[in-house]
């Protein structure tokens, strides 16, 4: 994950602990086609998945993290960590400025992100839902406002 020139935008997405193998597969399509630089997973590592039809764990750089201690020490310098989660500290995504360059962190589909993995975010976003959403969904919705706003210098 280390970008050779810094002043390049550059983002990834991730799953830490995700439950289902089909929400990593539905979510590194969706990675593919809106302009992700890479993909990662932190705990459960999940094979090819069959709702993955573009194979997108091949075109893209997929990385996988045994813990969320081997995931931050692995960060490119400079990247933010923008955790998805609902909860009462994150901000709301429609008024959300995207890093330049950032890793964005969805949690498990039952249990969220860790407590650890939302301390050590540099942004909580949250959506303005009444429930929670599926992973997969949470996060297309993410790269797909990325994808609609130029990310913050």
């Not at 990247?79 to 989660?85: A, D, L, Q, S």
């Not at 589909?109 to 303005?128: K, V």
């Not at 929670?132 to 406002?145: K, P, R, T």
Request: charged share 20%.
């Amino acid at each position: 994950m280390q970008p050779n020139n810094f002043t390049t935008t550059f983002f990834g997405i991730g799953i830490q602990n995700g439950k289902t193998p089909e929400n990593l597969g539905v979510l590194w399509r969706t990675a593919q086609n809106l302009g992700a630089s890479f993909i990662f997973t932190i705990g459960k590592r999940y094979a090819n998945q069959a709702c993955d039809t573009h194979n997108a764990v091949k075109s893209l750089p997929y990385y996988h993290y045994k813990d969320f201690d081997d995931f931050f020490e692995h960060l490119p310098k400079g990247v933010r960590i923008v955790g998805v989660e609902k909860t009462k500290n994150a901000v709301n995504l429609e008024t959300f400025s995207h890093p330049k360059r950032c890793v964005y962190l969805l949690g498990a589909e039952d249990n969220g992100l860790t407590i650890e993995a939302m301390e050590r975010c540099h942004f909580l976003i949250q959506f303005d839902s009444e429930f929670s959403l599926n992973v997969a969904v949470a996060g297309s919705i993410v790269l797909y406002d990325r994808s609609r706003n130029k990310p913050m210098q």
